[in-house]
């Protein structure tokens, strides 16, 4: 069974701050992506990253893949209340067909952003 | 972009009756879709993959004469919770393989089950 741990679970922070939550597995994946969750809706995908030791950044956030496709991180600088979510990592595998397969969800990291 | 139409947003019903939750994708052909289960605070667990035409694939622990999935066309999945209980409230989820997009997910709005 493929498990994605992330830490922190939980983080408040004030407006301003930096932070990086951290998403670890003992499995490999072909692909990587990070969600963000509003209460009550489904997940909006954040960015996907597909080779080891890949950095993409999406205006504050910063994401990388780790080089050997276990693990991930992603770093928001500047924190604002808008950022405020449940944060997932999710890891996908790619089957012989060349299409993606079913995503295994990390353990969520709940953000609290206050002014 | 892609996008899948979950129904409903919220539904409560009471025990020992069934409820039938729909997952359409809009405007493009879903020949895989996901369906997930989210408990409070805690993050998804995935329920089945469900395939056009074929039998649904249910993970672990699951259990298919309960989770009824049909996915009899390319733009409809359907789950259907049978004689439901309190424990079965959740928050339930699909999501849908986009065609051509190796890694391309796009997930419904959810759909909030109480039974009382």
């Known amino acids: 069974t493929q498990l994605l741990e992330q830490s922190p679970q939980f983080l408040s922070i004030q407006e301003g701050e930096n932070l990086t939550v951290y998403c670890n597995s003992s499995?490999?994946?072909?692909?990587l992506q990070w969600y963000r969750q509003e209460p009550g809706e489904g997940p909006v995908l954040l960015v996907t990253v597909v080779t080891g030791g890949e950095v993409k950044k999406l205006k504050r956030l910063t994401f990388q893949f780790g080089d050997a496709r276990k693990d991930s991180s992603l770093h928001i600088t500047a924190a604002q209340p808008g950022d405020t979510g449940l944060y997932l990592c999710?890891?996908?595998?790619?089957?012989?067909?060349?299409?993606?397969?079913?995503?295994?969800f990390g353990t969520g990291t709940r953000l609290q952003v206050t002014l | 972009g892609a996008v899948v139409s979950q129904h409903p947003s919220w539904v409560i019903c009471k025990s020992g009756t069934s409820v039938k939750i729909e997952c359409r994708s809009l405007d493009f052909q879903a020949t895989t879709m996901f369906w997930y289960r989210q408990f409070p605070k805690q993050s998804l667990m995935l329920m089945a993959t469900s395939n056009e035409g074929s039998k649904a694939t249910y993970e672990q622990g699951v259990e298919k004469d309960k989770f009824l999935i049909n996915h009899a066309s390319l733009t409809l999945s359907t789950l259907t919770v049978t004689s439901a209980h309190p424990e079965d409230s959740s928050f339930y989820i699909c999501?849908?393989?986009?065609?051509?997009?190796?890694?391309?997910?796009?997930f419904g709005s959810g759909t909030r089950l109480t039974v009382v």
């Open positions: 999710a890891g996908g595998t790619v089957e012989y067909t060349g299409t993606a397969s079913k995503l295994t």
């Open positions: 999501s849908a393989q986009i065609t051509r997009q190796t890694y391309g997910y796009t």
């Open positions: 499995s490999v994946f072909s692909s």
